[in-house]
């Protein structure tokens, strides 16, 4: 999730020089964008009846959540402000969404449907301020965040109006996980080949 170096570079790296360019360290991006990825597709396995809760629970504590947050935290090491940013927000939203439904399973500090409308409509203000960032990396990035965008709007309208915008949040979400986990691939794979595989496109904006 690099802003300042567009991933749409026609430049070839090997992994050597790759990881020169990180400081002798590994893009911690693909940690962040799989843990970003694989945890939002699973989610909407739950949202769409298809899962219980509880894979989504652990999951997200520990690759949606603390995972991406050690990914952002390496990201403000190498001075991407964007990675930073999103890598340790989203890192801490898993963790706050499990907990939350820890919280309500133990009668703790209990949520209501709407108190949780509440909660992701901050989050969907958010990810509409990160997203003409990620549109400026790269086509992928953009529409992974475009995405994630749609996606919060609608389980905003789910948690306050019908629940059937929910089901129509899974559905749209689970596209959302894999085009991150599109964009992950294309780091690994460049790394790997020393050539683009899988291109995310040019900027968007």
């Not at 500090?109 to 003409?132: H, K, N, Q, R």
């Not at 894999?178 to 291109?199: C, N, S, T």
């Amino acid at each position: 999730m690099n802003a300042n170096v567009p991933p749409s570079s026609t430049s070839i790296a090997t992994p050597t020089e790759h990881a020169a360019s990180h400081g002798g360290h590994g893009n911690p991006a693909v940690v962040g964008l799989a843990g970003f990825g694989m945890t939002t597709i699973v989610l909407q396995f739950h949202n769409v009846g298809w899962a219980s809760l509880g894979p989504v629970i652990w999951m997200g504590l520990i690759f949606g959540g603390l995972a991406q947050l050690i990914a952002g935290l390496h990201e403000g090491k190498i001075g991407n402000n964007f990675g930073y940013s999103a890598f340790t927000a989203y890192g801490c939203f898993w963790i706050a969404l499990c907990l939350i439904q820890i919280g309500n399973a133990m009668g703790l500090f209990a949520v209501s449907e709407t108190d949780l409308g509440w909660f992701l409509v901050i989050w969907a203000i958010y990810t509409a301020i990160m997203t003409p960032g990620a549109m400026r990396a790269s086509t992928g990035l953009g529409l992974v965040f475009i995405t994630l965008f749609i996606g919060f709007v609608l389980l905003v309208i789910g948690h306050f109006g019908p629940h059937v915008f929910n089901v129509i949040a899974g559905y749209e979400l689970m596209v959302c996980g894999a085009l991150a986990l599109y964009v992950m691939a294309h780091q690994i794979y460049k790394d790997a080949f020393g050539r683009d595989v899988l291109p995310v496109g040019k900027p968007m904006i």
